[in-house]
């Protein structure tokens, strides 16, 4: 019998967590090309799909994350609660990997002297306007500035803003009515689209702006997860699906409307992965979640060992990951788990300090 999104999508007893985990081994995967041979070289299927490993993974993390934060807005129905969760998911670990880059990292191997390095402020705007995830800043003077990809220490934060715009127009969009009202929820999408279609690097592209592209590209992501939260009722997950829109998508390979497809291929694809295999497999929820940790130590990590001269993307690869592993455990165990906790706590104590009456 096949199974609808609906009836298998709540709890935790599921392969996301897993599924993060090895979108985020994927980046590893695909950020080793370049940060070992050169910007130039072709991260693993950029030929065949137009965008490479790490993309389709970054695609992944939007699906995954429009739909989980959907999910949590609907059964909260409470935007400071859902402002916390946000805001204690991401910022905690982002922090402390940003601090840590430029006040232990950056001192260790910079090319400056230890007063060059403490008196310039650009080591002080790295730490602030990464934090803050405004127009992010990916380089210290004296860093990495020898190594063949460049001196971007943690090329991965891009990602991040993005993110967090995603959640803040799901915000908006929630309070106004985007859950509640189906007129509301048209007048949205319908809204979204047409600056999709004027912004998307897939279709027009007006904008110049990087930035601008970037966010219709990965918003779209984003809103597939949404949509399948508010249509879960009507989503069937089987292979038998999965196989129809994967041929739908090929025969769209070399058309505008490619990417938009295959996202909605991809989307299937995960929650069957993520909802359906069951038995042994869960046992990974017993680990932790680990996927944020390795997503923002893995990119540092690898121009470290660019700049002790490893120029092997396989090897580069292998000892990255047992490299960040630990680390990914430890900003777990010690920084995100612990403050995920503390997110119930902000939220009563600010409506209590801001909204009581």
Same mark, same amino acid.
């Given at each position: 019998m096949t199974a609808k999104l609906s009836d298998v999508c709540e709890g935790r007893d599921n392969n996301l967590n897993l599924i993060r985990m090895i979108l985020a081994t994927s980046v590893i995967v695909s950020h080793s090309y370049p940060i070992a041979l050169g910007s130039g070289v072709d991260e693993p299927l950029e030929a065949y799909l137009g965008f490479s490993l790490g993309k389709l993974a970054v695609y992944g993390f939007f699906i995954l994350s429009g739909f989980l934060v959907a999910q949590s807005y609907v059964k909260r129905n409470d935007p400071i609660d859902f402002s916390a969760a946000r805001i204690f998911r991401i910022f905690p670990g982002l922090i402390v990997v940003i601090l840590l880059t430029a006040f232990l990292l950056a001192p260790m191997l910079t090319s400056l002297s230890m007063s060059e390095h403490f008196s310039s402020m650009e080591t002080y705007s790295y730490v602030i306007r990464n934090i803050s995830l405004i127009k992010l800043q990916f380089s210290i003077p004296g860093l990495f500035e020898e190594n063949i990809y460049g001196s971007a220490i943690n090329g991965s934060l891009w990602t991040l803003p993005h993110e967090l715009a995603c959640y803040v127009l799901l915000l908006i969009a929630g309070i106004i009515g985007f859950f509640r009202s189906n007129l509301i929820f048209w007048l949205i999408i319908l809204t979204y689209v047409s600056l999709y279609l004027?912004? =998307?690097?897939? %279709?027009? *592209?007006?904008?110049?702006?990087?930035?601008?592209?970037?966010? *219709? +590209?990965?918003?779209?992501? %984003?809103?597939?997860?949404?949509?399948f939260c508010k249509f879960q009722r009507h989503i069937f997950l089987s292979p038998a699906h999965i196989v129809v829109l994967l041929l739908v998508t090929i025969l769209l390979h070399d058309t505008y409307f490619f990417v938009p497809v295959f996202l909605l291929f991809y989307a299937v694809l995960l929650f069957w992965l993520g909802y359906i295999p069951s038995g042994f497999i869960r046992k990974y929820n017993n680990v932790g +979640?680990? #996927?944020?940790?390795?997503? !923002?130590?893995? %990119? @540092?990590?690898?121009? !470290?060992?660019?700049?002790?001269?490893?120029?092997? @993307? +396989? =090897?580069?690869?292998?000892?990255? %990951?047992?490299?960040?592993?630990?680390?990914?455990?430890? #900003?777990?165990? !010690?920084?995100?788990?612990? #403050?995920?906790?503390?997110?119930?706590?902000?939220?009563?104590?600010?409506?209590?300090?801001?909204? #009581?009456?």
């Open positions: 004027l912004f =998307s690097p897939h %279709f027009l *592209a007006l904008s110049n702006i990087s930035q601008i592209t970037n966010l *219709a +590209d990965l918003s779209f992501a %984003f809103l597939v997860g949404v949509m +979640d680990y #996927s944020y940790g390795t997503y !923002i130590y893995a %990119f @540092p990590v690898q121009q !470290i060992l660019s700049y002790y001269g490893m120029n092997n @993307p +396989d =090897s580069m690869t292998l000892l990255t %990951f047992l490299i960040v592993l630990p680390l990914a455990i430890l #900003s777990w165990h !010690i920084v995100e788990k612990p #403050s995920l906790r503390l997110r119930s706590v902000a939220s009563s104590k600010f409506k209590e300090k801001y909204l #009581s009456t």
